[in-house]
């Protein structure tokens, strides 16, 4: 009686907490660049999701490719490299990001893989069939 309980209940867990992994919110936190050299921390305004650079393996890094001149001599640690992301059910899709080494901005969409421990970045022009991919891990 007690097994058949137990086996029960982990039938309940199993599913909601593959659900919750899965969420919108499944893409909250630190994740370590692909190259290993810079961390960036995802967080939620409303209902969109953005990126920003909290640790970089070379400090005082400036973003001297940014398009604007004005933001040439601004670290790169805090600078906000994924937009207005929205969570279209087993993606994040409608934003963009911001790439410091060549200071160009793409289209793109975020997957979470492999149990909420890999994030697929694909970042395109035009369409994702064009694009290229990083992959991040959690830090």
Same mark, same amino acid.
């Given at each position: ?16 907490? +593959?659900?919750?992994? +899965?969420? $919108?919110?499944?893409?909250?936190? @630190?994740?370590? /660049?692909? @190259? ?36 040439? +001599? ?15 059910? /087993?993606?994040? @899709? @409608?934003?963009?990001?911001?790439? $410091?080494? /060549? ?24 369409? $994702?069939?064009?694009?290229?991919? +990083?992959?991040?891990?959690? /830090?």
């Amino acid at each position: 009686m007690k097994i058949t309980f137990l086996l029960f209940l982990s039938i309940l867990v199993l599913p909601t907490s +593959s659900f919750a992994n +899965s969420g $919108p919110d499944a893409i909250l936190g @630190e994740w370590i /660049s692909q @190259e290993k050299d810079g961390k960036i921390n995802i967080y939620k305004q409303g209902d969109k999701f953005y990126g920003k650079i909290i640790w970089v393996k070379t400090p005082g890094k400036k973003d001297t490719n940014n398009p604007d001149p004005k933001l040439r +001599s601004r670290d790169i640690v805090n600078s906000v490299i994924l937009q207005d992301f929205k969570f279209k059910g /087993s993606s994040w @899709e @409608e934003g963009k990001i911001y790439d $410091p080494k /060549s200071g160009k901005i793409y289209d793109c969409i975020l997957k979470v893989k492999d149990n909420n421990k890999v994030l697929d970045i694909r970042g395109y022009i035009g369409a $994702p069939m064009f694009g290229k991919t +990083s992959t991040w891990t959690r /830090s």
